[in-house]
């Protein structure tokens, strides 16, 4: 199987983060430079799929959405899903600023992967989910397509690759999201996985433990 992991394009969320305060993290559109992003990267994940029909599954956001309407690639797909497993991490209803700073601050000290956002979930509950939507997907049929674009968030996508590649917290933890519209590309030979390149490191890992 050939995995590629594209984070959506910039939305408006990532240039203003008052508009978590009016706009539901679900239904925020991408920016006019997200759309440039989109269809900049599209010939490069045509060329990545080589003319394989892939399976593709999106997160059911806008902004993932939109993402996967610029890539203009549907109508070459075997199959297209909508998969809420694959969704942003939830940090609740309509944000508070003042309170969400606090929040930042708090799961900084406590650990992204452990601290719970009040009415919202911690970055173990992402894990479980995404690790639920990997056993299905270890699970497909034999008319299951070979290649897989995924089209999700960056955090999902880091635990995604924590998961296949099982990777400590303290790994997870040093790693960055990948930027707007970058994707990774993930190969698997004989029940191991391949990452093409890895992710950046904001600081190292705790453990000692490295990427594969």
Same mark, same amino acid.
């Given at each position: ?15 203003? =983060? ?16 997200? *759309? ?16 394989? *029909? &892939? ?9 993932? !959405? ?18 809420? *497993?694959? !969704? ?19 799961? %900084? =000290? ?7 956002? &009040? ?24 008319? %299951? ?7 999700? %968030? ?23 999201? &990948?930027?707007?519209?970058?994707? !990774? ?28």
């Amino acid at each position: 199987m050939k995995m590629i992991l594209l984070r959506h394009a910039e939305s408006l969320g990532n240039v203003d =983060e008052l508009a978590y305060t009016r706009i539901p993290d679900h239904a925020l559109p991408l920016t006019e430079k997200g *759309r440039r992003e989109a269809l900049a990267v599209a010939p490069e994940i045509t060329r990545l799929l080589d003319g394989a *029909r &892939p399976a593709v599954y999106v997160s059911p956001y806008l902004r993932t !959405r939109e993402t996967l309407r610029l890539l203009d690639i549907e109508a070459s797909c075997e199959r297209l899903l909508q998969e809420p *497993r694959l !969704r942003e991490q939830d940090w609740g209803n309509l944000q508070d600023p003042a309170e969400q700073e606090i929040q930042k601050a708090r799961r %900084h =000290e406590f650990g992204h992967f452990f601290y719970r956002l &009040p009415f919202g979930e911690s970055g173990a509950d992402v894990d479980d989910r995404v690790a639920a939507f990997l056993s299905d997907l270890r699970q497909r049929d034999e008319h %299951h397509p070979g290649a897989v674009l995924i089209v999700s %968030h960056g955090l999902t996508l880091r635990l995604l690759c924590r998961r296949l590649f099982g990777w400590s917290i303290e790994l997870f933890e040093s790693l960055s999201n &990948p930027a707007t519209c970058e994707y !990774r590309v993930l190969d698997e030979h004989d029940g191991k996985w391949s990452l093409d390149r890895p992710f950046a490191q904001w600081r190292d890992s705790p453990d000692g433990e490295t990427q594969l």
